[in-house]
């Protein structure tokens, strides 16, 4: 099970931290991730962070303004969140999955999702 939490209105230029708290199984051994999905739209990948080595990757439009960390022994993942915009408004959702390079960034490599934390950038 995943729950996340630290949403939240916050205004652009502003800084936000999400976090994932993980149980049972679902955190040993996989690889995190972040995603989001706005009104009306797909739901789309943010951040991934692999459990063998930490390795990370972003999707572009969030590329130098998030940092995806995880903690392995908290069962935990995080999303700080910096310099947000506008356009960053959207449902974030924390997902596990057994997966490496580009199919950490694929929808259905995943099988573990939280049940997504509400972020609103205000202009």
């Known amino acids: 099970q995943l729950v996340e939490s630290g949403g939240g209105l916050v205004q652009a230029g502003g800084s936000l931290r999400l976090s994932c708290q993980a149980s049972g199984r679902a955190f040993s051994s996989r690889s995190m991730a972040w995603f989001r999905q706005a009104p009306g739209k797909e739901r789309n990948f943010v951040a991934a962070?692999?459990?063998?080595?930490?390795?990370?990757d972003y999707a572009d439009s969030v590329k130098g303004r998030f940092i995806i960390s995880r903690d392995n022994a908290k069962k935990s993942v995080y999303l700080q969140m910096n310099s947000l915009r506008p356009e960053d408004t959207a449902v974030y959702y924390c997902?596990?999955?057994?997966?490496?390079?580009?199919?950490?960034?694929?929808?259905?490599?995943?099988?573990?999702w939280g049940q997504g934390t509400q972020v609103t950038v205000s202009s």
């Open positions: 962070i692999s459990w063998i080595d930490a390795a990370t």
């Open positions: 997902a596990a999955a057994y997966c490496s390079g580009s199919g950490c960034r694929t929808l259905q490599s995943f099988d573990a």
